[in-house]
């Protein structure tokens, strides 16, 4: 039997897997590793003797019972494992592994599930294999594969305890930011007077059972609008201003110089600037060779599914995911494209500069709706499933690490120091005046896409919100009543206080009015 000598295990070996190893091993922890796959382990093994400096904390295992015999106890075991459970009774390849686990466990061991699991399916595991003596908590993890080999945001949900055990090693693997600034601390960067060490880990325990893969699907969710919003205000300038791709990557490299500045922002400038690599003349854009049809992995409709189920209003989010949705109808887009007429086709508009500057407005203002409707999902999911979250807490990990990571999050850490109890980003005194400021261009910009015939789902989705968020008497008076006429659903009045129901007796001649 192999020797109790690792610090921690892990089963998983895709490349998000092998990369948190390697970051664990960096920071002098001791990993054990396990893959179904077993030539999928020993090629990592291989790898790692030949290129990591850290290769001797890292020890592979053929077997399972000796890969859990190796783990110091009692024993911290991650989980790297593509999950599909979504309703509380699905079961699926993470309860396979930990099933598996079970026979060869000690009680007080800790299985930490750190893939893009349901809440729900992790509230349902922590009891279930608590029942049986086993510790199971979740922790989202966000930033890709170069977040997970050089720090990602970790997103820690489950039993309190079990959190200080795995602090230490969290915090040591955490993406890291300056605390003055908020911004991310790279590696290895002679330029920035603050050492690793000195930084903020991306890491603080989020709440009980489900509570951290939640806000890992939020952040998802707001990942998904975040990405269309950029798409929306690169095809503006595409159709509007006959930008290429070489003109707009300076535009966004601007960009990422001021309020915009993130992680999405940066890679696109990046993508922008890229020629076509099976282009030996080098003259063709990558990205106007990419087909435009979207993938997705399901966050980002668990999201708007639950937005829909607690009766928040994400509307925004929602539509980035039909945009997607949409843009996979590849064929039927083209066949549609040659028989259904709009404007006459967009052509190259006048003002160009002051047009840039509008859409860069109409990108930050639905930017942060985006995120207001992202907090307030969250601020609505902690009373139903009766958590306590730290909203500034949750901005201030998001802002090193994941792929929504942006110097915009440092002013949502700000915002919720000031006033924990914020109801609505929107309220919050500098996002409130940074939209009185830019709503001009905002509207222009999604009137001229309207006019033009460019589809911008989520700026004018973004700014419907916006517009009924901040009207005191929306047309809801007149749905309510059309309920009632056909469905007896009563009705409140605004001359009685909130509670009291109506009805009107519709058939009848006269329509008496009913106190419910």
């Not at 020993?42 to 850290?54: G, T, V």
């Not at 967009?346 to 639905?366: N, Q, T, W």
């Not at 999604?446 to 517009?467: E, K, N």
Request: glycine share 8%.
């Amino acid at each position: 039997m192999p020797d109790t000598t690792s610090d921690i295990g892990l089963i998983g070996l895709a490349v998000m897997g092998q990369n948190l190893v390697l970051n664990m091993a960096d920071h002098g922890y001791t990993v054990s590793v396990y893959n179904r796959t077993t030539s999928t382990m020993e090629e990592f093994i291989a790898r790692c003797q030949k290129e990591e400096p850290s290769a001797e904390r890292v020890i592979g295992h053929a077997e399972l019972k000796d890969f859990v015999a190796s783990i110091k106890r009692p024993r911290k075991i991650v989980l790297l494992v593509q999950s599909k459970a979504v309703l509380p009774s699905d079961r699926d390849a993470v309860d396979k592994v930990v099933d598996g686990l079970l026979p060869l466990l000690d009680e007080g061991d800790l299985v930490i599930d750190g893939g893009n699991s349901n809440w729900n399916a992790t509230i349902r595991r922590e009891k279930e294999y608590g029942e049986k003596g086993i510790r199971f908590f979740g922790s989202g993890v966000s930033g890709g594969e170069l977040g997970a080999r050089f720090g990602p945001s970790l997103m820690p949900g489950g039993d309190p305890k079990a959190w200080k055990e795995l602090e230490p090693i969290w915090k040591a693997i955490a993406a890291k930011v300056d605390p003055k600034t908020g911004k991310p601390i790279e590696r290895n960067d002679p330029n920035n007077p603050v050492t690793l060490k000195e930084g903020e880990p991306c890491t603080t325990y989020i709440g009980a059972d489900g509570a951290g893969h939640y806000v890992k699907m939020v952040h998802n969710g707001i990942e998904y609008i975040d990405m269309q919003l950029i798409c929306e205000a690169y095809f503006l300038m595409k159709t509007l201003l006959g930008m290429d791709a070489g003109e707009m990557s300076k535009v966004f490299g601007k960009w990422n110089e001021g309020d915009l500045d993130s992680f999405l922002i940066e890679i696109t400038t990046d993508i922008l600037q890229q020629k076509d690599p099976a282009d030996k003349k080098k003259k063709r854009w990558f990205v106007d060779v990419v087909l435009d049809t979207a993938g997705q992995k399901g966050t980002g409709k668990w999201t708007s599914t639950n937005a829909l189920d607690l009766g928040i209003p994400a509307n925004a989010m929602a539509e980035a995911v039909f945009a997607r949705c949409l843009s996979a109808l590849k064929e039927e887009r083209v066949a549609a494209s040659k028989k259904l007429k709009g404007p006459k086709d967009p052509k190259a508009v006048k003002g160009k500069k002051a047009l840039i500057e509008a859409i860069r407005d109409a990108l930050y203002c639905s930017k942060i709706v985006s995120y207001a409707q992202g907090f307030q999902l969250m601020a609505e999911a902690q009373k139903e499933y009766d958590w306590k979250l730290d909203f500034g807490e949750i901005a201030k990990i998001w802002r090193g690490g994941c792929i929504i990571r942006a110097r915009f999050l440092q002013k949502i850490t700000d915002a919720y120091g000031k006033n924990p109890d914020l109801q609505n980003l929107l309220l919050d005194p500098y996002f409130k005046k940074a939209v009185h400021a830019g709503q001009d261009n905002w509207r222009k910009v999604v009137a001229l896409a309207v006019q033009q015939g460019v589809p911008v789902p989520a700026f004018s989705s973004a700014l419907a919100y916006y517009d009924g968020y901040r009207t005191a008497t929306l047309p809801a008076n007149l749905l309510q009543a059309q309920r009632d006429y056909f469905g007896a659903h009563t009705y409140e009045r605004t001359d009685k206080p909130r509670g009291e129901k109506f009805h009107v007796d519709w058939p009848e001649a006269d329509r008496p009015q009913l106190k419910m």
